[in-house]
T-cell receptor, first 113, second 109 residues
Framework: EAGVTQFPSHSVIEKGQTVTLRCDPI?????LYWYRRVMGKEIKFLLH????????ESGMPNNRFLAERTGGTYSTLKVQPAELEDSGVYFC???????????FGPGTRLTVL | GQQLNQSPQSMFIQEGEDVSMNCTSSSIFNTWLWYKQDPGEGPVLLIALYKAGELTSNGRLTAQFGITRKDSFLNISASIPSDVGIYFC?????????FGAGTTVTVRA
């Protein structure tokens, strides 16, 4: 069974540019989560989808971040415009409905210059 | 999210030694999880704990869910070189995971 995949693995952009990160969850997992780890700190929750619906986006830093999951399969996280403090590793995770065991993707390392 | 205190922050250990790390929280959780992250990879679930007082093993790994529901520890017995990595504790009361800052383990051959 394929795991959670994320694209790209690395992205280097300049401040003010736009970046879109993609996550493909494990097939059949209705729950999809985005997390972020910045500057060697703890991994922090960003948001949670159940199928195509956003259940909780309380962790989204500000309105420069937009997450979508059209069709309830893969998800995208767009940062527009990117700022220096957005640099970090963005993780996606998925889980079967109503379980707490979340399976993480390899992450996208975002560097904003 | 909740604040988790994970210690130690890092450790150098001799191959064959046992390793212990722990997490504490000011809030209670109903699930504790331990993940390991290798370089360039995402966190991989090692052990999940669902009941206060639960003690669970996975090979050389043993973890316990504290009786107060505010803490958990992870033990690694007889460490080997592939135990190198960052270990994260995580707690949750629903689906939103709160993570510790991680324990970086380096094994001396």
């Amino acid at each position: 069974e394929a795991g959670v995949t994320q694209f790209p693995s690395h992205s280097v952009i300049e401040k003010g540019q736009t970046v879109t990160l993609r996550c493909d969850p494990i097939s059949g997992h209705d729950n999809l989560y985005w997390y972020r780890r910045v500057m060697g700190k703890e991994i922090k929750f960003l948001l949670h989808f159940v199928k195509e619906s956003k259940q909780d986006e309380s962790g989204m830093p500000n309105n420069r971040f937009l997450a979508e999951r059209t069709g309830g399969t893969y998800s995208t996280l767009k940062v527009q415009p990117a700022e220096l403090e957005d640099s970090g590793v963005y993780f996606c995770a998925s889980s079967p409905t109503s379980r707490n065991e979340q399976f993480f993707g390899p992450g996208t390392r975002l560097t904003v210059l | 999210g909740q604040q988790l205190n994970q210690s130690p922050q890092s450790m150098f250990i001799q191959e064959g030694e046992d390793v212990s790390m722990n997490c504490t929280s000011s809030s209670i959780f109903n699930t504790w999880l331990w993940y390991k992250q290798d370089p360039g990879e995402g966190p991989v679930l090692l052990i999940a704990l669902y009941k206060a007082g639960e003690l669970t093993s996975n090979g050389r790994l043993t973890a316990q869910f504290g009786i107060t529901r505010k803490d958990s520890f992870l033990n690694i017995s007889a460490s080997i070189p592939s135990d190198v990595g960052i270990y994260f504790c995580a707690g949750t009361i629903d689906y939103k995971l709160s993570f510790g800052a991680g324990t970086t383990v380096t094994v001396r051959a």
